[in-house]
């Protein structure tokens, strides 16, 4: 390979990376700026939920879709076809003056998003071929989906106190430009599956709010289950399916599905739970609150643009995911032990710290495993499934452990506990929780991942991980 064609790959990620970033920074920089938008276009209390769960739900439903698409029409075409939706739709939310047309446009978005997300992940499986430079270019990658969460507090709270919230969709809008295989696309699986998708994240965005066994929710999430059984019998027989059936008898790739699953739920734990236990406890404000995840970003761009790819080379995958999960695990239950009062240096930085070390370290090793054993006819396939289970993980640890905080905040507060003692005391019970869904990742990890086979030198003395053997059913 000519240092060119080096060099271009190498570009190409950071391509790679500010289109992953765009669609990171999209989850929580809006979040900062739902009160303005409320204010200027009118929102109730339950109508601005929209402008966050109209995204999701097409984010989640697309994903699968988005995957499978880039395989039959090339990853390229379909990556680029992503950002310019997602564009177009940035453009639209920064212009809308009506509430209709901004939820359309967020809509929008997460299709654009979708499809940017699950085609990232396959193109870096194909640039990147050797070992050594994989890992490197996965820490690049983890390093942006880990830490564009706080730059997106950070970006959202500056761009809405200092000039308007139309402007935290316009600062998305990426800059620059960025062989297809032959195929069917199987229709009928790509409408229930979605379908399914959907109907189960709009059921689980939403169970809060009408009650998780309320006649709605539960008709939904039947629906949902209902999509599902139809969509497995359809790929069961269907010529060309969406989803081969057979892919999951790729252990790493199911194992990596389940930890990130259980990762997601915990990280949304640390990352919502703790911005409101920063601004509705401690008084935190917005751009404070970003602040104050910045000693954690910090530490994950440590290990995920060099540390994490050598804890991989040096020791495989597994030793770095279970370790990144504990240490994970650790810090979510320090914050479950952060008072009504609480200090930053005392009660904050210990778990921010701990935090970054172990989602810096494990990250690398969960795409990793995910990707490693696919091949690369099905790598954007496989890229949406494991999106996909990051996706419904956060939604439903979101929504369950919002459930749980909000139950032991009325409970204390029925029982004659303070306003801020009772936020914090339900902040702590889905801080423990937390925890327990890191100590279930590092224990699944632990236990049924395969560990990578153990690192050899080449030629100039530096460590290269072999690669697994591939137990892809043909």
């Not at 790729?250 to 915990?266: F, K, P, T």
């Not at 640390?270 to 530490?299: D, H, K, M, N, R």
């Amino acid at each position: 390979m000519t240092a060119t064609d080096n060099r271009r790959r190498w570009l190409a990620l950071v391509v790679l990376c500010l289109g992953d970033l765009m669609i990171v920074l999209d989850t929580t920089i809006v979040n900062v700026a739902l009160p303005s938008i409320r204010e200027d276009l009118g929102f109730s209390e339950s109508s601005l939920a929209w402008v966050v769960n109209a995204y999701l739900l097409t984010f989640g439903g697309f994903l699968l879709l988005g995957g499978r698409l880039g395989d039959l029409y090339g990853h390229r075409r379909l990556f680029l076809i992503g950002l310019a939706l997602f564009t177009s739709a940035s453009l639209a939310c920064g212009l809308a003056t009506t509430q209709t047309f901004l939820v359309v446009a967020r809509a929008v978005q997460g299709v654009g998003g979708a499809i940017v997300a699950a085609v990232a992940l396959s193109l870096i499986m194909t640039l990147f071929t050797e070992p050594a430079e994989r890992a490197k270019a996965m820490g690049v990658i983890g390093f942006v989906a880990a830490g564009g969460g706080s730059v997106g507090v950070i970006l959202g709270g500056v761009l809405t106190e200092a000039i308007s919230w139309h402007w935290i969709f316009l600062a998305l809008l990426p800059s620059g430009r960025g062989a297809v295989p032959e195929g069917r696309l199987d229709v009928a699986g790509a409408i229930t599956v979605t379908a399914s998708l959907m109907l189960a994240v709009y059921a689980i965005v939403n169970g809060n709010e009408v009650g998780w066994t309320s006649a709605r929710t539960v008709a939904l999430l039947a629906g949902a289950a209902a999509l599902l059984v139809v969509f497995l019998a359809i790929e069961s027989y269907v010529r060309a399916p969406l989803v081969p059936l057979d892919l999951f008898r790729i252990r790493n790739l199911s194992v990596a599905n389940v930890v990130g699953v259980l990762w997601s739920a915990a990280m949304f734990a640390w990352f919502f739970l703790a911005a409101l236990y920063l601004q509705l406890v401690l008084g935190y404000s917005a751009l404070e609150v970003g602040l104050a995840f910045l000693p954690a970003t910090l530490i994950m761009a440590a290990l995920s643009l060099g540390l994490s790819a050598r804890l991989v080379l040096r020791f495989g995958i597994k030793p770095p995911l279970v370790t990144g999960m504990v240490l994970v695990a650790v810090g979510l239950a320090l914050f479950a032990r952060a008072p009504v009062e609480g200090n930053y240096v005392v009660d904050v930085l210990p778990s921010m710290v701990l935090l970054g070390l172990g989602v810096g370290m494990a990250m690398n090793p969960v795409l990793l495993a995910a990707m490693s054993e696919v091949a690369p006819a099905r790598a954007g396939l496989a890229s949406g499934v494991v999106n996909t289970a990051f996706m419904m993980g956060g939604a439903l640890g979101l929504a369950v452990l919002a459930s749980l905080a909000a139950s032991r905040t009325d409970a204390l507060r029925s029982s004659g506990d303070g306003e801020l003692a009772a936020l914090t005391g339900g902040y702590h019970l889905a801080f423990v929780v937390g925890a327990i869904f890191a100590v279930s990742a590092a224990a699944v990890g632990a236990l049924v991942l395969r560990p990578a086979a153990l690192p050899s030198m080449h030629a100039e003395g530096q460590p290269e991980l072999a690669p697994e053997p591939v137990t892809e059913a043909a």
